[in-house]
């Protein structure tokens, strides 16, 4: 099954928002084929619950700019995972231990990967 441009479109603003909230570890992967109830996940982490917050606003914002709102958001209590749910794809976004821990790539890992080309902000250095 191929997802539709628009939805990978709306991926990528989810993709891009992550980024420029300092998300880290971003992927997307095409779950159409193994899933009836989505065909992206969207998977992002932060290294705290604030972060965790201010990614998964900056997610809702854009994509609102582009008229898509989420039909559930849940985890957002603790912050440690959050979903959104847009029907068509879902963005989780993980703090760093639950992204280790329960490791949804390994999961998805047949899954074929998405290719988000999102523009990164540039690395510190140290």
Request: proline content about 4%; aromatic content about 6%.
């Amino acid at each position: 099954m191929t997802v539709p441009e628009n939805i990978l479109s709306w991926v990528r603003v989810a993709g891009q928002a992550a980024a420029d909230k300092l998300g880290s570890n971003i992927v997307a992967f095409d779950v159409s084929e193994m899933l009836s109830i989505t065909d992206i996940f969207l998977i992002a982490s932060a290294g705290n619950e604030r972060q965790v917050g201010a990614i998964v606003d900056g997610v809702e914002e854009a994509l609102l700019k582009v008229g898509v709102k989420p039909t559930r958001r849940e985890g957002d209590r603790e912050n440690r995972w959050v979903l959104l749910d847009y029907l068509d794809f879902v963005v989780h976004v993980q703090h760093d231990e639950e992204r280790t821990l329960y490791n949804l790539e390994r999961l998805w890992s047949d899954c074929p990967q998405i290719e988000l080309n999102l523009d990164l902000p540039p690395a510190e250095e140290a």
